[in-house]
């Protein structure tokens, strides 16, 4: 079963992953019309690149954005788990292990401790979205079983992980937990909410161009109204 999942079932969920979300960025891109948005993105392609990369670049920073200090609760729990769910996918020591074994390279890998610790803080920034769901009622009537899914998709895989890591039950089953709950998430990014992974970039970026070129950002600088 380790060498199924490690094997062809990673090839599958890497392919679908990565080419369904290079597809949803090229719908997304094609979607763009500068008659239906009225913004001239091609004649002023240089200043809707700088406007576009420095809102996304904003949005990437804890409390960078006004939005972010007006919701200080949702910017702590986003962030935690959003850090977490980078750098220790990509840079956990196992992961790198298999890696090497089955694609000839690796990445830089964290210390066990900070790792640890992100995993941990992702946990914790899930909790906190999950309970902001529930204590708000503004975000109770929008949350759907839906939501409550792909919580559960992106909390899996830190969990199952996280208890293997710990050695505290049988350590086979949630190793085999944990890699078939990752590549779930992998298989059903780009078909779910979880597209934001590239959408995110898309959508901050189509904003910054708007106001870098239609609302004159261009010539205001870094000056933006957040």
């Known amino acids: 079963m380790y060498a199924f999942l490690t094997g062809p079932m990673l090839w599958v969920a890497l392919l679908v992953f990565f080419g369904g979300l290079a597809a949803r ?20 392609l240089a200043h809707g ?24 609760y949702f910017a702590v729990a ?39 610790a992100l995993t941990v803080a ?18 109770r009537i929008l949350t759907t079983a839906y939501d409550w899914f792909i919580l559960a998709v992106s909390a899996a895989p830190f969990v199952t992980g996280f208890v293997a890591r710990l050695h505290v039950a049988n350590y086979e089953t949630w190793l085999l937990a944990h890699i078939i709950t990752g590549e779930l998430l992998l298989i059903v990014a780009p078909f779910t909410k979880l597209s934001h992974i590239v959408l995110f970039f898309m959508s901050r970026g189509q904003l910054g161009m708007d106001y870098a070129i239609k609302r004159g950002g261009y010539s205001r600088g870094a000056a933006f109204p957040w």
Request: charge should be positive; hydrophobic fraction near 55%; charged fraction near 15%.
């Open 25 to 44: 960025v090229v719908w997304y891109v094609r979607g763009l019309s500068w008659q239906l948005d009225r913004v001239a993105y091609g004649p002023h």
């Open 78 to 116: 986003f962030f935690l788990f959003h850090i977490g769910a980078v750098l220790v996918p990509l840079f956990l020591a196992g992961h790198n292990i298999i890696l090497a074994e089955r694609f000839g390279f690796s990445l830089p890998t964290l210390p066990m401790g900070i790792a640890d």
């Open 49 to 72: 690149l700088k406007g576009g990369i420095h809102s996304a670049l904003k949005w990437m920073l804890p409390f960078g954005t006004q939005s972010w200090r007006e919701q200080p």
């Open 122 to 139: 992702a946990i914790i920034g899930l909790v906190m979205i999950a309970l902001r769901r529930i204590a708000l009622t503004e975000v």
